[in-house]
């Protein structure tokens, strides 16, 4: 008996690394700590979760699989109560507003053995800002589709130095090539965004603020068949 997890939740346990101490931030149900668990990548996870109904479904689905002793829940907010010997730090199902809020409160992340992994339902541009901006370099990203939405998932680790790109990047990544549909995707829902943004500003009056989303603009020529 397994547990099947949904595409997202699939693709960020793709690329959790093995045989490392690792926490789940917001974990609902347990699912992903559990199937860390079963397909052997480690058996040291804690599922965190800001709420006390969360925890109770996680704790139900660590006594259905028989995994006391191999996951811990934490009641927390973000990662204030997650011990800072943690290796890998897992975020899931989360704007990634929200998602740099957290990283942004525990300055313990700030070290190269850490290595997180983020999936933002939305915002992920807030996500590479707030990753390049504050020692992090992004060394992958893969993207996703699940129920009928397309999503990325990053990898990040810390190394101290200043990585801060243009806006361009922090919307796009580097890793987007538009060869699968999940790519395509997401592409064209940042495209979409992007466009939003800049045409309210100009229908407003606002043409300085709504440069900055024009300047993102120019930088979509590879991709104009998606429009």
């Known amino acids: 008996m397994n547990i099947v997890l949904t595409e997202r939740l699939r693709t960020a346990a793709e690329l959790v690394r093995s045989s490392r101490k690792t926490v789940d931030v917001g974990t609902d149900h347990g699912y992903l700590p ?30 259905k699989y028989a995994l006391e002793g191999k996951i811990d829940t934490c009641l927390s907010d973000g990662l204030m109560e997650i011990s800072p010997d943690t290796e890998e730090i897992i975020i ?10 957290i990283l942004g409160k525990a300055e313990w ?20 800002k ?18 009928g939405r397309d999503y990325v998932v990053i990898s990040a680790y ?3 130095k200043d990585h801060s790109r243009d806006d361009f990047y922090y ?17 064209k829902r940042q495209i979409f965004y992007v466009k939003s943004r800049f045409d309210g500003l100009m229908m407003s009056g606002k043409a300085e603020d709504a440069a900055v989303f024009g300047k993102v603009l120019e930088g979509i020529g590879k991709w104009s068949e998606l429009l």
């Open 109 to 128: 992340i700030k070290h190269e053995e850490i290595h997180l992994v983020l999936q933002p339902m939305t915002h992920s541009y807030d996500v590479r």
């Open 34 to 63: 559990a199937f860390l668990v079963m397909n052997g990548v480690t058996d040291r996870v804690t599922a965190a979760d800001i709420g006390k109904g969360p925890l109770e479904n996680a704790e139900k689905t660590i006594k």
């Open 171 to 187: 919307y796009f990544g580097n890793q987007a090539t538009g060869e699968t549909e999940s790519e395509k995707g997401y592409i």
């Open 158 to 160: 810390y190394d101290g």
């Open 92 to 101: 899931c199902g989360m704007g990634g507003t929200l998602i740099a809020e």
């Open 130 to 147: 707030f990753l390049c901006e504050n020692g992090f370099y992004i060394d992958t990203e893969k993207f996703c589709t699940d129920t």
